[in-house]
């Protein structure tokens, strides 16, 4: 995959609308590998996003396609899965608060409508649009939030102040997991939590 698109020119953000069936075997495979939550393929459908690879037209279509197809290969197991909405950086397109609302809310609005379990905010770069983007989804849903955020390599620079205050800010967000994710990997990720003295009341994702 070059710049987001596949071998043929067509977008990857749109692989539920141009390769469904793919979309369905791939969702089946990690079922049967024993997922227990699968995630609709659209982290880069927000309408943002689509308006500047110039497909905002297929905005509502896409969101509803990749979601239906996941609960369809939910259906064709016969396995418990949850199916996640997934929801991908917003103000990194559209830097302004309200607009990064206002994306939020329509994706998540479309994403439930189908049929999803529960949202991923998924890869935000920074505590402040993660937070933006999790009051976007309560305002219209009640569905459980995870929110990941993906931190810079090595911690430097740190926008957040230090290591103990960006870890506080990241356990004190209103969703009911939290985790970090992408970034610069696993072993950096695993020594981070192991020295994160977090509320155990909290559940903290990696």
């Known amino acids: 995959v070059l710049n987001n698109r596949l071998p043929d020119g067509t977008f990857m953000d749109l692989a539920a609308l141009d390769y ?5 075997k791939l969702h089946i495979e990690y079922i049967k ?13 927000s309408r943002p996003k689509l308006a500047k690879s110039g497909r905002e037209d297929v905005f509502e279509k896409v969101n509803l396609q990749a979601a239906k197809i996941a609960r369809e290969a939910r259906d064709i197991t016969g396995k418990p899965v ?9 103000y990194h397109y559209a830097r302004d608060k309200e607009k990064t609302k206002e994306a939020v809310v329509e994706q998540v609005k479309l994403l439930e409508e189908r049929g999803c379990d529960l949202i991923i905010l998924d890869t935000v770069p920074t505590i402040d649009e993660l937070r933006i983007a999790i009051e976007a989804v309560r305002s219209v849903s009640g569905l459980i939030i995870v929110a990941q955020h993906t931190i810079p390599d090595e911690w430097s620079p740190m926008p957040e102040g230090t290591r103990e205050q960006f870890l506080n800010k990241l356990e004190s967000l209103d969703a ?20 994160w003295e977090w509320d155990e009341s909290k559940n903290i994702s990696m």
């Open 82 to 90: 949850l199916v996640a909405g997934t929801i991908g950086p917003i």
């Open 20 to 24: 469904p069936e793919e979309v369905l």
């Open 33 to 45: 590998a024993g997922a227990n939550i699968i995630q609709t393929h659209t982290f880069g459908t």
């Open 176 to 195: 009911e997991f939290v985790g970090i994710n992408c970034g610069s990997g696993p072993d950096e990720y695993m020594q981070i939590l192991d020295e």
